[in-house]
């Protein structure tokens, strides 16, 4: 996961933040062997849509709606941004596949960690008990009104899967560390979470 990156002024307009960011962010992904062009994105919209991605998009396919992603296939890395929505990574390491979902309030309520489980055992005809999921960095309840990590936790377990690993950090009490919406009144940039099979 790529955190807030310091000398980026979340002022700037918001493609000049944007363009700055994702140089970042692909400076980033160097050291892992992890090509910028492998990188499959959405176009979030806060729902509960995942989709199954076998192949690479072409850079001229326009981004997909939706707010989760899943894959069996090596080499493609899935990539969501967060500012408080929490980043849901799900692995199956017993079938090798993955899944990366983007969960804040209003797509925790719809459901999207269970079904980000759902499609993982549909994909692989598996368990959920055999899904491994961490919830990173996100808002709190100590700086949001809705506890929705809670939520998504709940729904993880309700659907069997039995390893969850929470990030024990707010976004809003650490913005020095994290991008924060809620905190920054909307003037902030975004991280970036990743996910790839080798």
Known sequence: MVLRVPGVSPDLPREKLREDLSRHHAKALDPLG????????????????????NQLPSATQ????????????RGIALGIHTADCCPVFLADPVHRAIGLLHSGRRGSEAGIAAAG????????????????????????ACCYDTNFLVL????LRQTGV??????????GCHVDRYYSYRKESGRTGRMLSFMMIR
Request: net charge negative.
């Open 34 to 53: 992890i090509s910028w062009q492998t990188m499959c994105m959405v176009e979030q919209v806060h729902g509960c849509r995942i989709i199954e991605i």
């Open 62 to 73: 326009p981004l997909s709606e939706a707010d989760g992603m899943a894959t069996r296939a």
């Open 117 to 140: 489980v759902n499609m993982l055992t549909r994909m692989t005809g598996g368990q959920p008990a055999d899904l491994i999921a961490v919830l990173g960095p996100c808002i709190h």
């Open 152 to 155: 998504i936790e709940k729904q």
């Open 162 to 171: 039995e390893k969850v690993w929470i990030h024990p950090e707010c976004t």
